[in-house]
């Protein structure tokens, strides 16, 4: 897998395009050119993969960048962040599941799903974790055993 850095406006471009974009810009409150609308573009074979690629590779490469983005942060200041997941094991294949359950014991994670057997199927003896189920807005919470 390569990475690339794509920029939305080459440095040379940017007085020009803003001024083009200033009414517009100004109308719709934001900024249409600069480093923010920057992306990441992530190659598989040379292919761009949010065309190529299954739903659970593209989660796979998400959570990848995520988890990078933890280690860093935790090299960076000497913090654990908090992760939050929303929905992210129903387009994962089973060992998939597992490596990323297995992969984040270490910080506190909050992770939504549908599928609570997900989660659990993850969970080996001794996991310090809690699950919560919600049933008709009533909130109920099982710790794992």
């Not at 990441?40 to 292919?47: C, T």
């Not at 909050?110 to 599928?115: A, N, V, Y």
Request: glycine letters at 8%; charged letters at 30%.
């Amino acid at each position: 897998m390569k990475t690339e850095y794509r920029n939305n406006v080459e440095p040379t471009e940017f007085l020009d395009r803003l001024r083009k974009w200033r009414e517009r810009d100004f109308a719709l409150g934001s900024t249409s050119v600069g480093v923010h609308k920057d992306d990441l573009a992530f190659l598989l074979n040379g292919n761009d993969a949010r065309v190529y690629a299954s739903q659970g590779q593209k989660r796979t490469i998400s959570l990848s960048l995520k988890l990078a983005e933890i280690e860093l942060i935790k090299a960076e200041t000497g913090e654990k962040p908090v992760l939050l997941l929303d929905d992210v094991l129903s387009e994962l294949d089973d060992s998939r599941q597992k490596e990323l359950i297995n992969g984040i014991t270490d910080i506190q994670t909050l992770i939504t799903c549908t599928g609570v057997n997900l989660i659990k199927k993850g969970l080996t003896e001794g996991d310090n974790v809690t699950v919560f189920n919600v049933d008709n807005g009533r909130i109920f919470g099982e710790k794992n055993r």
